[in-house]
């Protein structure tokens, strides 16, 4: 039978584990910083996103938009930091060698980020088009 003690022991001395959650919350902030610092893509979805709340501010958006707006640009940005880690994983594990399966999972994970980013464009239709129209056509 497994000691529970050597468990809990083993897993404290694991690479990286948080000390306590001022720890998580730095790893987790540090992994922003990196790919804000080396994706250039989310730099741009950043912009983005920026750029929409502003717009949305100008539209005058409702609650219920705002929220909408909001869980899309996140949801773009989240897909992103995984296609990101994904991408370092798997360069990780390859290194210069091409891989049949290596280029599938950073394809798809790079197609999760294209779906989100298509998403958002229709989300951003659907509650701008009728501001934009009022304000054209009125």
Do not use: H, W
Not at 33 to 38: A, D, N, S
Not at 47 to 71: A, D, H, P, R
Not at 86 to 114: G, P, R
Not at 117 to 122: Q, R, V
């Amino acid at each position: 039978m497994i000691n529970q003690n050597n468990i809990r022991r083993e897993k404290r001395e694991s690479f990286q584990t948080s000390r306590d959650i001022f720890a998580s919350f730095k790893f987790a902030i540090d992994g922003l910083i990196y790919c804000f610092r080396t994706t250039r893509n989310f730099r741009i979805q950043i912009s983005f996103g920026v750029l929409i709340i502003i717009t949305s501010l100008f539209f005058k958006c409702s609650l219920n938009e705002y929220m909408i707006i909001i869980s899309t640009i996140f949801s773009v940005l989240i897909l992103e930091l995984l296609n990101t880690s994904i991408e370092s994983i798997v360069d990780l594990n390859v290194k210069k060698n091409f891989n049949k399966l290596a280029k599938i999972s950073k394809d798809c994970s790079a197609a999760s980020v294209l779906l989100a980013s298509l998403n958002s464009i229709f989300v951003a239709a659907f509650i701008f088009f009728p501001k934009i129209k009022l304000i054209l056509f009125n």
